[in-house]
């Protein structure tokens, strides 16, 4: 049943494992592969060399829990230490090669460096939880913990009734208890790597759809979103709110002049310089084209006026670097409006006024910041 369990589980992961997208995936098919190879020479004991059936068998598993450490430091985007991965499956080659004459003691060393390597995947797992999206992870931490409670009672049974282990078949309770166990942990550990890798794609779509993928700021799906929520909060607590609307001037003339991955460039470092001087509380977004958003909550027109002033400053400062190594000055032009100018404010009425305030600032020069001012209202006696 393990053999069968073991090989399904394998091709089913290999099938869909892609080695170029380094999610793990290709090695934790591996990693099945070899506990499928190594259970059938375990079934082989007694047929076959000793040598194939204890040794290489062993190294397979062995070789199983290196293969998933590196497939969850992968996974993880973090440096694998090689030689220490993989140290363990050369200890046990060498042990295993020495104590083929002693089943008991094979089944003892056995125990304490596969649980060992079992604890080393939870810990790598446990360290990185916070920063793993989803529950996929904690299946992983709950199959490779039954491991270590698998292997230690395979430790305590072997060294209480060492003398009636005489055969990897022998009919002993530990044996049979290792067997339930690594049925049960393989299939939650499966399991909990098909929901990891299921959960990060849908993180990756999910920002895909929310975020612009140039910048990584938010994209104005999400601007619209976030913009009608901090709206409702701000009316809600009669706290006051602005918006800023920037643009890049003569973005075109970039283009033009450098070519579009030049403009590119220029978009991707004047998103670092707007976020690196916009606070924690605050939005900032990409409209798109060269268009910026921020949306100020709990800012006052003068608050706002400020910041908008700064972020000029800031962005007139910094060398803008094309893809020729040359620096290029960049400008770019505000348009600010506040909650506090409408009775009765709309997430289109800002954006509408954040935008006539930007249109001002282009007709005025450029490289200036322009608050919107509301019309007068007209009565049927004029």
């Not at 295993?96 to 094979?106: M, Y």
């Not at 909650?339 to 001002?360: E, I, K, N, T």
């Amino acid at each position: 049943m393990l053999i069968a369990i073991n090989g399904t589980l394998t091709l089913s992961v290999g099938l869909v494992a892609r080695a170029q997208l380094r999610d793990g995936m290709a090695f934790w098919a591996a990693g099945l592969a070899c506990n499928t190879a190594g259970y059938v020479l375990f079934m082989l004991r007694g047929q076959i060399s000793d040598v194939l059936s204890i040794v290489l068998a062993n190294v397979f598993v062995a070789s199983v829990y290196a293969l998933f450490t590196e497939g969850v430091f992968q996974f993880q985007k973090r440096k694998p230490l090689r030689w220490l991965i993989w140290l363990p499956v050369l200890v046990t080659a060498l042990l295993f090669a020495a104590l083929i004459p002693w089943q008991a003691a094979r089944m003892v060393v056995g125990s304490l460096i596969f649980s060992a390597q079992s604890a080393a995947i939870v810990v790598s797992l446990w360290q990185r939880r916070t920063s793993t999206v989803g529950v996929g992870q904690y299946f992983m931490v709950a199959g490779f913990l039954t491991m270590v409670v698998g292997f230690a009672i395979q430790l305590v049974g072997t060294l209480l009734r060492k003398d009636e282990v005489t055969s990897i078949m022998t009919p002993h309770l530990a044996q049979t208890v290792i067997y339930v166990v690594a049925a049960i942990s393989v299939l939650l550990v499966s399991l909990g790597l098909v929901v990891m890798t299921k959960e990060r794609a849908d993180e990756r779509n999910h920002n895909l759809a929310m975020r612009d993928e140039l910048t990584g700021l938010i994209n104005r799906r999400s601007l619209l979103e976030s913009l009608a929520q901090h709206l409702s909060t701000a009316k809600r607590h009669g706290q006051p709110m602005a918006l800023l609307m920037i643009d890049i001037d003569f973005f075109k003339r970039v283009n033009d002049t450098y070519g579009h991955l030049s403009g590119d460039k220029v978009l991707k470092a004047l998103a670092d310089v707007i976020a690196q001087r916009t606070r924690v509380q605050d939005q900032l977004g990409r409209l798109g084209g060269e268009e910026f958003l921020v949306i100020l909550p709990n800012t006052t027109v003068d608050g706002a006026w400020q910041l908008a002033q700064t972020l000029r400053q800031s962005v007139a400062a910094t060398p803008f670097q094309v893809m020729s190594g040359e620096s290029i000055a960049v400008t770019v032009s505000v348009g600010l409006c506040a909650v506090s100018q409408f009775p009765d404010p709309q997430g289109d009425d800002l954006m509408g006024a954040a935008d006539q305030a930007l249109y001002r600032a282009k007709a005025a020069g450029r490289n200036r910041v322009e608050v919107f001012t509301p019309e007068p209202a007209v009565h049927p006696s004029q």
